[in-house]
């Protein structure tokens, strides 16, 4: 009889602990969404004024590493220059962004970031990178220096 009681008592046990071991690998992913994860739709006008609707924006660089290593970023903020300062501008704050060339194709553009609230400020882009997402036609990347204008709905 004793014996009964013991094995039903772990039984209950290690099943307790597999139905929360359970949740918690399964029931993860739908917690952990975090705000970064976002998906921020644009509409995209490019040096040959052609307008691009595009979901799921970010700003892509690769970091290179060696001649033959490279690491890619895709972020949801836009890494700025304001004199020797970077800032990073959040997707969630930018309503649209302008952007005019350097001049010469080897430096990043000059950019005017308007932000929701309706301040606008004058940088250099930080990096030279694209904007990439998905149109309707499938994927699409947008060098920001063939940019125009980018305006998040």
């Known amino acids: 009889m004793n014996r009964q009681r013991i094995r039903r008592s772990i039984i209950r046990s290690v099943s307790f602990i597999s139905v929360i071991g359970m949740l918690c690998l399964f029931g993860n992913p739908a917690v952990a969404q975090s705000k970064s994860e976002k998906a921020f739709h644009a509409v995209a006008v490019d040096a040959k004024s052609v307008e691009t609707d595009v979901k799921n924006v970010i700003f892509y660089y690769e ?13 949801r903020e836009l890494p ?7 800032v990073k501008i959040k997707f969630d704050g930018i309503k649209q ?16 970031i308007t932000l929701n609230d309706g301040k606008t400020g004058e940088f250099v882009l930080a990096i030279a990178g694209s904007f990439k997402g998905q149109s309707e036609f499938g994927e699409v990347e947008l060098p920001a220096a063939e940019l125009k204008k980018l305006t998040f709905k």
């Open 97 to 112: 962004i302008d952007l005019k060339p350097s001049g010469n194709g080897a430096t990043p553009p000059n950019v005017t």
């Open 63 to 75: 970091e290179k590493i060696s001649e033959t290593a490279f690491v890619p970023h895709e972020l």
């Open 80 to 86: 700025v220059k304001r004199g020797t300062a970077t």
